[in-house]
């Protein structure tokens, strides 16, 4: 049974830093895609980034270029955002995705193409 389990979230003030973790379980990561994804209050779920487990290719929303980093640790299974310069309009539950196959790059930014999900992680970011 695989299992996708984010933590890390909290409350940080405008311009500060934060660093999710997702730790995941029973599936072997050979070139998946894994990423992270947000839900705002009120609005749609939006791709933030992703990266392919192997060939460590990135891919970054154009709001989270610059400011957040998506990094893994094959040795734990685990997957990291780091979160720099927050802003409030970055408050959200983050969402932490895998895909059972590897994905081309336009593929990496879709919801439907990742297979599990964890249960989110909520981020607020005061002013």
């Known amino acids: 049974q695989v299992q996708v389990v984010e933590s890390g979230g909290g409350l940080v003030q405008t311009g500060g830093s934060l660093r999710l973790s997702c730790g995941i379980s029973?599936?072997?990561?050979?070139?998946?895609?894994v990423g992270w994804f947000r839900q705002a209050p009120g609005k749609e779920r939006e791709f933030v980034t992703a990266i392919r487990w192997r060939d460590r290719y990135t891919s970054y929303a154009a709001f989270a270029k610059g400011r957040f980093t998506i990094s893994r640790d094959n040795a734990k299974n685990t997957l990291y955002l780091q979160m720099d310069s927050v802003k409030p309009e970055d408050t959200a539950v983050y969402y932490c995705?895998?895909?059972?196959?590897?994905?081309?790059?336009?593929?990496?930014?879709?919801?439907?193409?990742?297979?599990?999900w964890g249960q989110g992680t909520q981020v607020t970011v005061s002013s």
């Open positions: 995705a895998v895909s059972s196959k590897y994905l081309i790059v336009t593929a990496m930014t879709l919801q439907h193409m990742y297979d599990y």
């Open positions: 029973g599936l072997t990561l050979n070139n998946n895609a």
